[in-house]
């Protein structure tokens, strides 16, 4: 995975939790670097096929504005930079319905089935106040 690639993912992941939204900024840092972590451990690192009503507001790199873009894009090679801060346990997956369910897409990734959960961060609110 390139790094245009890698920065796409990182904004399709949390691009749209920004810090104007979220009270706790340290907080949305620390769930910034531990998804890009989470991307440089894992190249093949996917998204979770959506449901049809979340496709028409797909966030990507391209909704960012120029500053919360180079944000990203400077969390991202602030983590590739610390070797220390490439933690190999860390999995991410952003979760998109309010409960777990290995019944229901976009609940619970294949990895983590049956997987213990050891630590969570957020809720988070998006630009559009989504939890």
């Known amino acids: ?62 909704d960012l504005n120029a500053a919360d873009l180079q944000h990203l894009n400077d969390v991202m090679g602030q983590v590739k930079k610390e070797e220390q801060a490439v933690d190999p346990t860390i999995r991410v997956f952003r979760r998109e319905v309010p409960f777990v369910s290995s019944q ?4 619970v990734p294949d990895w983590g089935r049956g997987a213990r959960i050891t630590e969570t961060m957020g809720p988070f609110f998006t630009r559009q106040g989504k939890r």
């Open 1 to 62: 995975m390139n790094e245009d690639q890698m920065l796409v993912l990182l904004a399709k992941l949390c691009g749209d939790v920004t810090t104007a939204n979220n009270n706790d900024k340290a907080k949305v840092l620390e769930l910034q670097q531990a998804v890009a972590s989470a991307i440089l451990n894992d190249p093949s690192l996917q998204m979770a096929t959506p449901f049809q009503f979340e496709e028409a507001g797909d966030f990507s790199s391209q």
């Open 104 to 107: 229901l897409r976009g609940s």
